[in-house]
């Protein structure tokens, strides 16, 4: 197989996986769902998540929790700048738009689909904060998995958008969480 087959098969792929998916946005209950997901998902769990940090650490080391908020908040800074270079520098049209067939569920919040910030947030926040208070792997894990869903169900992104958002949020994460006793100085 040539390198020209290899990406003509990934393409043919993922648009067979997007059409699979945003079929489910046929029924309004599934895309209610979705839609509810991804609204969650734009921010406002992730700051009230880091708000919280503080609470939900262990209280016999009250500093430990500002440094997990402190974290997730640099973290965040850092994806947010790494999403903007990549969605400018990529300039992927999103499937709804180059894809036959594939229904935009819901209006984007910019213009290019590479790499799903959504998603990227997700695992980067989830990652963070589950390493902080493991507890919060049985709520946050499915939620990361929704969110990521949703991107491609609600037509907004490719499959590889939001594997690549996973990980890079990941990278982020953890490049995050090594240097976060370095940058607090609170290890």
């Given at each position: 197989m040539t390198i020209e087959q290899f990406f003509n098969w990934a393409?043919?792929?993922?648009?067979?996986?997007?059409?699979?998916?945003?079929a489910f946005c046929r029924r309004h209950m599934i895309k209610s769902f979705f839609r509810g997901i991804s609204r969650l998902s734009d921010g406002v769990v992730?700051?009230?998540?880091m708000l919280a940090m503080p609470v939900l650490i262990d209280v016999s080391h009250p500093l430990l929790g500002v440094q997990?908020?402190?974290?997730?908040?640099?973290?965040?800074?850092?994806?947010?700048s790494v999403y903007k270079v990549l969605k400018t520098k990529m300039v992927r049209e999103?499937?709804?738009?180059?894809?036959?067939?594939?229904e935009c569920a819901m209006p984007p919040l910019d213009e290019y689909s590479f790499p799903s910030g959504h998603t990227l947030h997700a695992v980067l926040f989830s990652t963070m904060a589950i390493h902080y208070c493991p507890a919060l792997a049985l709520v946050l894990l499915p939620?990361?998995?929704?969110?990521?869903?949703?991107?491609?169900v609600l037509g907004l992104h490719y499959p590889s958008d939001v594997l690549v958002g996973a990980?890079?949020?990941?990278?982020?994460?953890?490049?995050?969480?090594?240097l976060s006793p370095?940058?607090?100085m609170m290890g």
């Open positions: 393409d043919e792929a993922e648009y067979k996986a997007c059409r699979l998916a945003n992730w700051y009230g998540l997990a908020a402190l974290t997730m908040l640099v973290g965040g800074a850092i994806g947010l999103r499937p709804f738009i180059g894809l036959i067939g594939i939620f990361t998995c929704l969110i990521a869903a949703s991107r491609v990980l890079l949020g990941w990278m982020i994460a953890r490049l995050s969480l090594l370095v940058l607090f």
